[in-house]
């Protein structure tokens, strides 16, 4: 009788752990990437943050942010964004970097925005290192690697009293007869980090004078407590008529996740659950200390792609993964 009865106790509690392992956030977690990207170049250590990809000609490039030079006597100042290639999207090799040019970005750059119009890339950065101050800037490349600044950069710095005046992780999106630029600034006391949108004509050079900030608010805010304090690194992807928003909450290692909300018009943002849609990982996983600052690669074949930053070690050390996101009509889902 007791075999029977620790026999039935056994089969409950595998059942039980099959249906965490299905029904629960473990699901969610990138516990063995196929890419685990990092960057040894400037400090020794792994370290590559704010992924963006693009498909150019025959390769996907992916521009990525990169800290100081260790050696703080390189004449290469600040912060910068690094180039590396892939044919299958898993397996990344540098190619290049794109260093601070100018006064404005003596500090660094960084958080890149890629896109490509007329076989040439538009890349959109932020400067780094002047807090209210940041900004959005912008240049252009035909090989993807040697970039020329627009003159009138910086190109955007929200204004209103709901923010501090600051712009930065630059998302550029084109939606209807529209470029959206979504942006994360903070509030006037410099402590939320909140979202705000504009917008350019079709017809634009992304010059300054050409955007319109879109609202006199933020168009999403931390409410949830998974969401910190923070929200921010807007990746948009289109499916039929909505917009999707991939989005970063709480600040680095809080932990950040990623969380996702749906829009119409891409100014009225509905969030598609309160618990984030891409964890942390587990003790011990590559990400513990945050699965964090998404984008939203969507490649020629249909198929998406979440690119993601993340480390285990409170941010001494950052890669970059990626998982597929998969499609039905309730929107996104991972199956890992």
Not at 56 to 77: A, C, R, T, W
Not at 161 to 174: H, L, M, S, V
Not at 266 to 271: D, I, T
Request: aromatic share 14%.
């Amino acid at each position: 009788m007791l075999k029977m009865k620790n026999k039935f106790l056994l089969l409950v509690l595998i059942v039980t752990l099959s249906v965490i392992s299905v029904n629960g956030q473990k699901k969610h977690k990138a516990a063995y990437p196929k890419m685990l990207f990092g960057d040894t170049s400037r400090i020794g250590v792994p370290f590559a943050k704010d992924p963006f990809v693009i498909k150019f000609g025959e390769h996907y490039l992916m521009y990525y942010s990169i800290p100081p030079y260790k050696d703080k006597s390189n004449p290469v100042q600040g912060w910068g964004l690094g180039i590396a290639e892939s044919k299958d999207l898993n397996n990344w090799k540098k190619i290049g970097e794109v260093t601070p040019d100018g006064e404005y970005e003596k500090k660094g750059l960084a958080a890149p925005c890629a896109m490509v119009i007329d076989n040439q890339v538009n890349l959109f950065y932020q400067t780094y290192g002047n807090g209210k101050n940041d900004a959005i800037c912008h240049a252009k490349s035909k090989d993807g690697i040697h970039f020329t600044r627009n003159a009138t950069n910086p190109i955007f710095h929200p204004t209103g009293n709901w923010n501090c005046g600051r712009a930065i992780d630059a998302e550029i999106f084109k939606f209807k007869d529209k470029y959206m630029l979504y942006f994360a600034t903070r509030d006037l006391e410099y402590k939320i980090q909140i979202q705000g949108v504009a917008s350019a004509p079709a017809n634009t050079t992304f010059n300054r004078d050409q955007w319109t900030q879109l609202t006199d608010s933020p168009i999403l805010k931390p409410e949830f407590p998974w969401e910190g304090a923070c929200i921010e690194a807007a990746a948009l992807v289109q499916k039929g008529d909505l917009l999707y928003m991939f989005y970063g909450g709480a600040y680095n290692n809080n932990p950040q996740q990623i969380g996702v909300a749906k829009s119409a018009d891409g100014v009225k943002w509905e969030r598609l659950s309160n618990k984030p849609f891409l964890t942390n990982g587990d003790p011990g996983e590559w990400n513990y200390s945050e699965s964090g600052h998404p984008h939203l690669f969507k490649d020629e074949n249909g198929k998406t792609y979440l690119f993601f930053q993340g480390n285990n070690d409170n941010g001494k050390t950052w890669y970059l993964s990626n998982v597929e996101v998969k499609w039905n009509e309730k929107g996104p889902y991972l199956k890992l």
